[in-house]
Structure formats: structure tokens, C-alpha cells
């Protein structure tokens, strides 16, 4: 105390001189700049920004940037924008309420304590955000350690008010000065975190700070918080030791003190603190591509502010959104038709594309490949919900098993792989017919028998005979046409009739009337003529409904028979809007008839029942709806099971008038 003593005496006069000094800045050192950096906001990688603050010698705000350099992990970053933003200022006021301070220093006056709360109240009204963008806390001693005033980090001014107007010390005595400070430190660390410039205001007098605080520890806290002391010192004069002990606090944080014997002597500090919650923001395209910690440099004048933040960088990952449990079908319209005209010609195809480490980015490159060899895609894009979609050239890709991958690059340069999709392609082409005559084996040649001499007759008898046999074949023609042309009025009513009940009915999906739906009238069968359909067809569609071009039975001739409204891919097609372009396939195995549905919109049913990509056995009259299409599908029997056949529709009731195979020349059950 006594080298404090003769220190103050020997710089009194100069004291009294220059008079009493409000604010000394922390920066008389010299004329160095100050640059502070906020911990990045790297949410929306590979965007990256961050608030930058750089001080000039007085400890002004610097706005002009131009002459500022940012690197990122030693690479200058030269694609900039800066933008002015008010972020807020996260502010802690610590009381050093010791034992002096209830004292007045004017006789009447105001106590240090109530120019403390007036200061505080003040400080509301004149600088605190008016958008509650501030968050303030106070801390008070508290034996030990320190408490806040109400809750910390307090929004709404007159919660600060209530707060300091209230309060009264609980003892007077030393503070526990330290720990109020590391308190305030670790409010500022949230602030910091939660993008708001913390400041802590100390309120003391500051006659015993170097016995009660850890400068060094409370500085290289302060520096990593990114927290910036202020202090005012209370009492009629400031000391030059006390003036060391707060610079000792403010100067290496870029902070500042004030000597505060009056209520408004701290709106320096104030403003200080208003202005730096104005900062300018900073933003980037990064260009890291690895994970781990990284380093952004921001450096003005010889001088750098720096900051180091965690990063995890991890490629897309990829997986093909494909159902391979059937194959590509491509049909070729003849059978020599090229492999490159083979429909259809190109196969869309889906991948999903995730970010495992949580930063969506775009998409730089992309490739589909096909057994390892790649196959670059156009311009990349991911819609909202993660998908890319493309097309799959397959126009020179015959029969077989391919494996199918999806290689997708993002704009940081980051590789991510599909795993290896087995997709089958089978090509259909119709059966080529052979052009050649076959040439008859050779026989023997019959012996030569000797042929009587006919006997001349007379010439008009032979004109007779001629006469007679044109009248005997002109009449049997005329018999066998009026034979044909009653059948053919035959035919022709009937299926007007069921026409008819065709273009009545409604375009509703089949209704099993079982079920409860409309129970179907007996319908009014086209007979077949018998050359229509020969004994060796195994199988054949009756139309029931929706299907007036087919007023005949249908055939189903061969192992592989489509349907479909498109009959370029077609074999039996109908002219219906339910039904797809290829809608559903008939396939033959040993007499067995099996049905599948070809991804059809509005489905393939059989007996009411829709049916998946799983083939249907058929059986002898099962209903068959191909959308609206009704069908009926029927087997034909060889000759010696037509009478069990018959006796076992007439049992269950499925006997109709093609049962006989009547006037069909047809073998049915």
C-alpha cells in the first residue's frame, strides 16, 4: 500500500493538470488494429459465415473490409460477401458490492449502489435493443461464489428494471470478485454460441482487484468466449494502480474502462457496446472436402483474427429406387426388327442421394453404370426430396443380366457409389416362319395300266351329259351358299345382341357379385364358326363387357400372348382407356395358361381378385378383367374328357351353350 502511496503523490500534479480522465482506450499501445472473429455458422455447408469485428487504434468500428484478408486453412478466399447485420449483444453487469458500496461520495447524494442501478437502468433505456435482439444478466455477490439477479439472460426491459431496482446487498463485506467474474464468463460463452457480441460490464472500485482476481486466467477465458471486458470505476477519483488493475482486464480483450462518479459517465462503455453489436457478416463458398478441425484467418494491417470450428465433411451416399423383382420386357415388332428400334427403347430410373453428414449440397456430376462401364447423365438435379431421376438409354442392350450402379459427385468433389443392382432385359421378337416349300419325298411310279378306247358317242348326247352335270354343280353351290348366309344372319344377330349389353354396361372395376355387387345376367354367346378356331387351339377369351371390336372368341395362340390398347405391343388388344398400352401377359407352359399383370394402372384381376406381379394359374371359366375389360377364359379339352367335362358343369352350374361344343365345331369343358 505504501508503493502505491508515493506512486500516487509523485503523478498527482500531472493529475491535476490534465484533470480527471473518462476513458483511456486500451489501444494506446500503439496504433494496432483489433480483429475479432465469431465462431463460423457452418449449417448451410458449403456456405460458410461468420461475424468479423475489427477496431481501429481508437477502438472504432472499422465498416470499410477492403483492405481485409480471409483465408481458410491457409487458402485465400477471394469470393467474399460482406453484409452489415445487427446481431445483439449478450451483456453482463458484475456489482463488486464490497463494504464501500453504500457509500456517498457527495454529502446527500446518491450511494454507488443506486448510481450503479441508475447506470443500469440507463443503459435500458437509451442503448438496449428496442427489438430484443439484447440479452441481459446481473450478478451479485453471493458469499461464496455470485447469483444472478432474476434469471439470466433476461429479454424484456422492464424485467431488467424490476430486477436492479429491488435489489439490496444481503452483507457487506469482501466479494468473492473471481468467481463472479468466471460466472459472467460462462453467460457469455451461450451468448457467444448463440451469435450475440458478449461484454461484460465490472461496477467496482477497484482498490482491491489485484488481490482478488486471476488476470491471466480471466483473460485467455475471455479470449476463448470471445468475450470483451468493460469496467467502470466508482468512487470520486480513479487511481493510477486501480486504472492498471481494470486495463489489466480490458486492454488485451479490446475492451475499455471508465472513471464513473456520476449516473451517465458510463455511456461511452455504452456505446462501445451498441456499436459492436452492429457487425459485419461474412460469407463463403467453402472449399473443404475433409472432415476434422479447420482454421479461418482474418488478417488487417499485420494484424489476424483467427478462429478454429469442427467439421464433418462425408460423400452422398446413393441407392438406386428401382424394383428389379421383374424385367425389363423390350418386344419387337418383327422378327427382324434391329436390336436399336426394339420398344422400349429407354428405361426411366430413380436414385435416392442422402447427406450422412447432415449438409445438402449440390450435385456437380452423375453416371449410371452398367456392368462397371459408365454412362454419364445430363445436368444432375435433386429435387425436394432427395431424388434424381434419369434416363436409362437400354437401346443396345439385348437379353441378359446387368449390373446397375449409380455414381454421383457433389460440388465439394465428393464421390458417392451405388451398391451393384441385378436387372434383368428380355427381348421378345415374333417367331420367324420358314419361306421354303418342302419338297415331297419321292415314290415309286405306278405301274401303267392299259386304258380301254372309249367308244364315240354321238355329239349331242355328250352335249346332254355336260348340260346336266353344270345344272348338278350349279345347284349345289346355291345350296351350300344360302347354308352359309343363314349362318352368317345367325351370327350376326347375336352378336348385335351382345353388343348391345356390351355398350350398356357402366365403366366400373369388376364387382365380384358374390360380394355383394349386381349379379350378371346369363350372356348372349357369339358361336364360333368351326373354322374360326381348330382343335389343336388349347385355349381361348370370351368378351364378356367393354370389348365390342372382338364379336368372336379370341384365340390365344402361342406361349407368349400380350394384351394391351397399343397393338403395336399387343397381340389381342382392346380400344379402352382403363387399359395400358401393354397391360397384362398370357404365358403357356404344358398346357398350363398363367396370367401376370405388366404394371398395369388400373390393374388385372382375376375372379375379382387383383393380381400382383406373381403369375396367375388359370382355370376353365375364370372371370378376367383387364381394367373395364370383362373376359371369360376357356379350355379346350381333348375329345375323351368332353363328357366328364360337361357332366362337371352341369354339377356346378357352369353349363352355358358352348358346353356341347354345338355349332362351334369346338372340343369345350
Do not use: C
Not at 123 to 129: E, I
Not at 143 to 152: K, T, W, Y
Not at 463 to 491: C, M, P, W, Y
Not at 493 to 501: E, L, Q, V
Amino acid at each position: 500500500m505504501l508503493r502505491r502511496q508515493v506512486l500516487y503523490l509523485s503523478i498527482l500534479p500531472t493529475l491535476i493538470l490534465l484533470g480527471v480522465i473518462s476513458v483511456i482506450p486500451t489501444s494506446a499501445q500503439g496504433d494496432n488494429y483489433r480483429v475479432r472473429l465469431s465462431p463460423p455458422d457452418a449449417t448451410e455447408f458449403p456456405e460458410i459465415s461468420f461475424n468479423l469485428i475489427a477496431l481501429d487504434s481508437d477502438l472504432n468500428v472499422i465498416t470499410d473490409l477492403s483492405g481485409i484478408e480471409i483465408t481458410e486453412d491457409g487458402l485465400t478466399i477471394s469470393d467474399l460477401f460482406s453484409e452489415t447485420v445487427k446481431v445483439g449483444a449478450e451483456v453482463i453487469f458484475v456489482i463488486d458490492a464490497n463494504t464501500d458500496i453504500e457509500e456517498r461520495d457527495e454529502a446527500g447524494g446518491p450511494s454507488r449502489r443506486e448510481k450503479v442501478r441508475d447506470s443500469i437502468v440507463r443503459f435500458v433505456d437509451h442503448y438496449m435493443d428496442p427489438e430484443n435482439l439484447d440479452r441481459i444478466s446481473i450478478i451479485v455477490p453471493d458469499e461464496q461464489s455470485g447469483r444472478f439477479l432474476e434469471e439470466p439472460g433476461m429479454v424484456f426491459h422492464n424485467t431488467v428494471k424490476n430486477a436492479v431496482n429491488f435489489y439490496m446487498p444481503d452483507e457487506l463485506g469482501e466479494t468473492p470478485l473471481n468467481n463472479m467474474l468466471e460466472m459472467a464468463l460462462q453467460q457469455a460463452e451461450i451468448g457467444g454460441i448463440e451469435g450475440r457480441v458478449p461484454a461484460i460490464v465490472l461496477f467496482s472500485d477497484s482498490g482491491q482487484l489485484n488481490e482478488q482476481l486471476d488476470f491471466d486466467g480471466l483473460v485467455e477465458e475471455s479470449l476463448d468466449s470471445q468475450a470483451v471486458f468493460y469496467a467502470a470505476i466508482l468512487g470520486t477519483r480513479a487511481d493510477p494502480w486501480e486504472i492498471d488493475d481494470v486495463q489489466r482486464l480490458t486492454g488485451p480483450t479490446g475492451g475499455s474502462y471508465v472513471h464513473m462518479p456520476e449516473t451517465n459517465d458510463a455511456d461511452p462503455l455504452y456505446n462501445m457496446i451498441r456499436d459492436r453489436a452492429t457487425t459485419s457478416q461474412l460469407t463463403y463458398q467453402s472449399l473443404l472436402n475433409t472432415s476434422g478441425q479447420h482454421t479461418i484467418v482474418a488478417e488487417l494491417g499485420g494484424v489476424r483474427g483467427e478462429v478454429v470450428f469442427d467439421l464433418v465433411i462425408a460423400p452422398p451416399a446413393v441407392s438406386l429406387a428401382v424394383d428389379n423383382s421383374r424385367p425389363i420386357l423390350r418386344v419387337a415388332q418383327e422378327a427382324t426388327t434391329p436390336l436399336e428400334e426394339v420398344e422400349p427403347m429407354i428405361q426411366p430410373l430413380g436414385a435416392e442421394v442422402s447427406w450422412p453428414d447432415g449438409h445438402p449440397r449440390d450435385l456437380s456430376a452423375a453416371s449410371l453404370l452398367v456392368d462397371g462401364i459408365p454412362r454419364p447423365l445430363r445436368a444432375p438435379v435433386l429435387d425436394g426430396s432427395g431424388l434424381l431421376t434419369f434416363d436409362w438409354d437400354i437401346r443396345d442392350l439385348d437379353s441378359g443380366l446387368y449390373a446397375v450402379q449409380v455414381q454421383v459427385e457433389d460440388e465439394q468433389g465428393l464421390i458417392g457409389v451405388s451398391a451393384p443392382l441385378p436387372v434383368a432385359i428380355v427381348v421378345e421378337r415374333p417367331v420367324l416362319q420358314p419361306t421354303t416349300t418342302p419338297i415331297p419325298s419321292p415314290t415309286s411310279e405306278p405301274t401303267p395300266v392299259p386304258v380301254p378306247t372309249p367308244t364315240p358317242e354321238p355329239p349331242a348326247l355328250m352335249d346332254l351329259a355336260r348340260e346336266n352335270a353344270l345344272f348338278l354343280g350349279g345347284g349345289a353351290a346355291l345350296i351350300l351358299l344360302a347354308i352359309v348366309v343363314i349362318v352368317s344372319v345367325t351370327l350376326l344377330i347375336r352378336a348385335g345382341r351382345k353388343k348391345g349389353k356390351d355398350s350398356s354396361a357402366g365403366g366400373e372395376l369388376p364387382t365380384d357379385p358374390a360380394a355383394g355387387g349386381q349379379p350378371e345376367s346369363d350372356p348372349t354367346y357369339a358361336i364360333m364358326p368351326g373354322f374360326a378356331m381348330s382343335q389343336s387351339t388349347g385355349a381361348y377369351l370370351e368378351a364378356v363387357e367393354n370389348a365390342p371390336e372382338h364379336v368372336n372368341l379370341i384365340p390365344i395362340s402361342g406361349n407368349n400372348v400380350t394384351l394391351g390398347r397399343d397393338p403395336k405391343v399387343s397381340q389381342i388388344s382392346f380400344n379402352d382407356r382403363s387399359v395400358s398400352r401393354l397391360h397384362a401377359r398370357i404365358l403357356e407352359s404344358h398346357g398350363s395358361y398363367r396370367i401376370y399383370d405388366e404394371g398395369s394402372t388400373s390393374g388385372t384381376y382375376v375372379n375379382y381378385q387383383r393380381i400382383g406381379l406373381t403369375p396367375r394359374v388359370l382355370s376353365n371359366r375364370d372371370e378376367v378383367h383387364v381394367g373395364r375389360v370383362h373376359l371369360r377364359f376357356h379350355l379346350v379339352l381333348p375329345p375323351g374328357e368332353q363328357d366328364e367335362s360337361a357332366e362337371t358343369a352341369r354339377k356346378t352350374g357352369k353349363d352355358d351353350t358352348l358346353a356341347n361344343g354345338e355349332d362351334s365345331g369346338l372340343s369345350v369343358s
